[in-house]
Nanobody, 115 residues
C-alpha cells in the first residue's frame, strides 16, 4: 500500500512563500506522474500542479507563475514551491499520482494565507 506524507504547510501572510514536501513510499515512484491537489473549506478537491515522471510540469491557471513543482526520484519526494501566496490559496494540500484512480490520500498539509 502506498503511503503519502505531506509536510511544510503553515500560516503565512499574503505575498509570502512556502515549500511543501511529499514523501511517497512506493518502490516504482520514478515511473509515476505525480501531482499536488488542494481542498479549500466547503469546496471539492482540485488539481494544482503536476509533474511527469520525466520532470515536465503543468499547472492550473490560477497558480501559473507563482508555484513550482519539482521531484527527486532518488528520494521519492515531490515538492511544491509556492510564492506570492494569495488568500484564495488557503487549503489543505495533498500529493498523489497525477491520474485516477489515485492512491489512498495522505493527511495533507494545511496552508493558511492571512491578510
Amino acid at each position: 500500500q502506498v503511503q503519502l506524507v505531506e509536510s511544510g504547510g503553515g500560516l503565512v501572510q499574503v505575498g509570502g512563500s512556502l515549500r511543501l514536501s511529499c514523501a511517497a513510499s512506493i518502490r516504482t515512484f520514478s515511473s509515476w506522474d505525480m501531482a499536488w491537489f488542494r481542498q479549500a473549506p466547503g469546496k471539492e478537491r482540485e488539481f494544482v500542479a503536476g509533474i511527469t515522471w520525466r520532470g515536465s510540469p503543468d499547472y492550473t491557471d490560477s497558480v501559473k507563475g507563482r508555484f513550482t513543482i519539482s521531484r527527486d526520484n532518488a528520494e521519492k519526494m515531490v515538492y511544491l514551491r509556492m510564492n506570492s501566496l494569495k488568500l484564495e490559496d488557503t487549503a489543505v494540500y495533498y500529493c498523489n499520482r497525477r491520474r485516477e484512480p489515485q492512491w489512498t490520500w495522505g493527511q495533507g498539509t494545511q496552508v493558511t494565507v492571512s491578510s
